[in-house]
């Protein structure tokens, strides 16, 4: 009997990262993300309270060399205040959260990786914009694309409209499911929850606005950096399921051409995929900017919002069976 446990126990140790993804996923496929009291809700209004004490305006000093000094050090601030908010709750949960028995582990690491996780939601969120897309309510879609996209959405067309949404959940693919599975694979939970918050600051300061372009610099430099790598894999993801050569050919080419390297790579690769073409022209803050074209084949459509989403899903499936056939060859062999 004593045997019996001590090789259970063994196995269970040999797949604790396995079962630790699926747990997660599952988590997140049965409960989504919280409604109230979402802990990224609560990290973007400390963030954005420790941006308005530490970036003030530096416009109005007259010489342009002392505005230049005040944007070096309104970088150095802006680093300063990424490691503040960024650094303190993985180093937490490393030192404390890290040492249980296997088990106990396993719950919590996947308690923890289910948070970072935004499988359901992205498929939510995406299906918010394809109903009133369906029944003709332009206002409604509107309305809850501009929950995932920055751009102006009061005039987009159904087609416009559509590729936002396929754009939107091509990239948050990456950085809300592909990237927390990746770095949870590489550097356990601390490390997903330096990637989440990351994320998220980019997606709050990384702007080449007058107020952020400075103070902001590091934060975006730094989410470039982190996922680097998680964006390749989630890449190759993308580009397994169908055209392989010129899936990778294209996010190599036009993805590298994207204002985001790492969101280029992945919406060009699924966008090849789906034989579907993103990118172009989109409004900013009262802007029309030329965005890069991407990917090959038709302009997206009403129906390509719910292939996007079945693509991230399978694409999530496909790393789990990686990670289970490497484990599986590693304990057989």
Known sequence: MFDLFEFNLSMLSAFAV???????????????????????VFFGRLSAALEEKLNPNFSTYPSNDRILKRSKFSQFIGLIAWLLLVLPVPMIYYFYFSNFSVVIQIIVDAIMLYLALGLRSLKEHGMQVYQPLLQNNLE?????????????????TPKALSRATVESILENGHDSVIASLTYYLIGGIPLVIVHRLANTLDAMWGYKSARYVSFGYASARLDDLLG???????????????????ALK?????????????????MAAGATVMHRTIGGCAQYHGQTLQGTLMGCGQAVDIEDIPKSIKLVQRASSLFVFFVVSYQLWVYIF
Not at 140 to 156: D, I, K, M, N, W
Not at 232 to 241: E, H, N, R, S, W
Not at 250 to 266: D, E, I, L, T
């Open 140 to 156: 409604a879609a509107r309305h809850y694309t501009g929950y995932l996209v920055s751009r102006e959405t009061s005039t987009l």
């Open 18 to 40: 396995t079962l630790t993804l699926v747990l997660a996923l599952f988590l997140d496929a049965q409960l989504g993300e919280a409604k109230k009291y979402h802990y990224l």
């Open 228 to 246: 680097f790598f998680s964006g390749k894999v989630c890449t190759v993801l993308y580009a397994i399921q169908g055209q392989v050569l010129l």
């Open 250 to 266: 294209n996010a190599f080419q036009q993805g590298g051409q994207y204002k985001s390297h790492n969101g280029g790579w992945v």
